[in-house]
């Protein structure tokens, strides 16, 4: 009942509001990487065995060479889907919901213990900065038997947001 108002009950409106309008800017590979690096919400989206996607929400960084950098299980569909078909897609997007979002394709490589280590080190800080113990967060991923996988950027569509198509008038 929260998001109900009682009948007959009129919402304050302080007259006309413009419509917003759909923006999608061609970005280049600097660009893309400063708009992903400061995102941490995307959907990854690999081929199942049977050709149809699977997409997966995933917490994702931007490594120091420019790929996305994602934590995960070696058990998880993604991960047997990424290394069987290595080319993915992930749609990265904002914080806020109506935000900027981009689509960017690449192929992803997987990592296991005791080389994905490091790299899990470097996801961690491209998300949250410095760990207060590494040696414990080390020891934590050997505990859970973590997997990442990275994902090189090879194609991208715009930064784009919703809106009203351009040339729209109310």
């Known amino acids: 009942m929260g998001w109900c108002r ?6 304050a409106y302080p007259g006309p509001v413009s419509p917003r309008i759909a923006q999608a800017d061609q970005v280049d590979r600097a660009a893309l990487l400063e708009f992903l690096r400061p995102r941490h919400h995307a959907l990854l989206s690999t081929v199942r065995r049977d050709g149809r996607p699977q997409i997966s929400p995933v917490a994702m960084g931007v490594d120091a060479q420019g790929r ?9 569909a993604k991960v047997a889907n990424a290394r069987r078909h290595p080319e993915v897609s992930l749609c990265v997007l904002s914080d806020d919901w109506d935000g900027p979002w981009v689509q ?23 998300i ?5 113990d590494w040696e414990e967060y080390r020891q934590a991923m050997q505990r859970q038997g973590k997997s990442l ?8 569509g715009p930064v784009a947001t919703g ?7 109310s």
């Open 68 to 76: 996305i950098v994602i934590s995960t299980y070696p058990s998880r």
């Open 104 to 126: 960017v394709d690449g192929v992803a490589e997987v990592l296991d213990l005791p080389a994905a280590l490091d790299p899990l080190v470097d996801y961690y800080r491209s």
């Open 6 to 11: 009682p009948l007959g009950a009129v919402p």
């Open 149 to 156: 996988i990275r994902v090189e950027p090879q194609q991208w």
């Open 163 to 169: 809106g009203f198509p351009p040339g729209f008038s």
């Open 128 to 132: 949250a900065g410095e760990h207060p």
